[in-house]
């Protein structure tokens, strides 16, 4: 029986040390979840805008770009999927993979060859399990990514984009991360960042009661587009990233509180197994000395 009430005061002592980790882990996430969503906000405007100015140049030009014009006959497209370099996150990184790997069956389906490019240690992980063709991958930066982090990763991308499909550049730009709704709740979705799907940037400008703004263009508008192409990716690959991050502390940080709570739950389970087998030794220790002071009062009694 003491030896049962050892391993119970052990483990004990072992869950209550785990607890602490899980609660400084989640404590440590909430704190980061703020400073990731300011950013977030702060990102967000100027994105927004300059896609709205991209989209205002090619509606008031004619000129074919790899920004805004679509391939007759699409056959290659390039997917960026966002994951996280750490784990203890819920489901975060698994649900960004199947949303990617639902988006290109839906882009195979279609015909097109896929390249797809990943961020984050658990995408890589994932695809080199199970043996998938990595075009370029980066690790490193998905807490706490900066404009430079973006910056590194459009560089290949709008590459790809500019080349020729026969020398293996890619006719459209795919990108997967998990939007940052509110504190509970974010979503993995998928965008088509090249090209520009310009029917839909007017339409939710005419649905938000915008007016698109009239440009000169100077030198041309080609010279125009081909300046804001890079500026486009990269701000919407590190508003992306910003997101991707936040949704990553709040997964963090519910995952640590459910950890904690259970921790704190087997706890109390455990003590009260504990408390019933201590119980248990006294009671025995009782009995143990009532029936050794019976035996020898009996044994006084029988000599006299």
């Known amino acids: 029986m003491g030896s049962q009430l050892r391993v119970y005061k052990r483990?004990?002592?072992?869950?209550s040390a785990t607890k602490k980790i899980t609660k400084a882990m989640e404590m440590i996430a909430a704190s980061r979840i703020v400073k990731a969503q300011r950013q977030v906000q702060a990102s967000t405007p100027y994105a927004n805008e300059l896609t709205r100015a991209v989209t205002a140049v090619?509606?008031?030009?004619?000129?074919?770009?790899?920004?805004?014009?679509?391939?007759?006959?699409?056959?290659?497209?390039?997917?960026?999927l966002i994951t996280s370099d750490r784990g203890l996150a819920?489901?975060?990184s698994s649900n960004a993979i199947k949303a990617a790997d639902l988006l290109i069956g839906r882009l195979r389906s279609e015909g097109k060859e896929v390249d797809s490019y990943i961020i984050g240690r658990k995408g890589v992980a994932y695809y080199n399990f199970r043996e998938r063709t990595v075009v370029e991958s980066w690790t490193g930066f998905t807490d706490k990514p900066s404009y430079a982090d973006a910056k590194k990763v459009a560089g290949p991308l709008i590459e790809a984009v500019q080349q020729d499909t026969a020398e293996g550049g890619v006719d459209e730009l795919h990108i997967v991360f998990t939007e940052f709704v509110s504190m509970m709740t974010q979503a993995p979705v998928t965008n088509r960042l090249?090209?520009?799907s310009l029917d839909k940037?007017?339409?939710?400008?005419?649905?938000?009661?915008?007016?698109?703004?009239?440009y000169d263009f100077e030198p041309s508008a080609e010279g125009v587009l081909d300046a804001l192409l890079p500026r486009y990716v990269e701000s919407r690959i590190y508003n992306a990233l910003l997101q991707a991050a936040a949704s990553e502390h709040a997964h963090r940080r519910r995952a640590m509180k459910s950890a904690t709570d259970n921790a704190g739950d087997l706890v109390k389970s455990l003590s009260r197994l504990a408390n019933a087998a201590r119980q248990a030794e006294i009671?025995?220790?009782?009995?143990?000395i009532v029936g050794g002071a019976s035996a020898l009062a009996d044994a006084t009694a029988g000599s006299d």
């Open 11 to 15: 483990r004990i002592k072992s869950i």
């Open 201 to 214: 940037a007017v339409e939710e400008s005419k649905a938000k009661d915008e007016i698109l703004p009239l």
């Open 283 to 288: 009671t025995q220790e009782i009995s143990e």
């Open 90 to 92: 819920g489901g975060y």
């Open 58 to 80: 090619a509606t008031g030009s004619n000129t074919k770009h790899p920004l805004t014009t679509e391939a007759e006959n699409p056959t290659r497209a390039a997917v960026l």
């Open 194 to 196: 090249l090209p520009l």
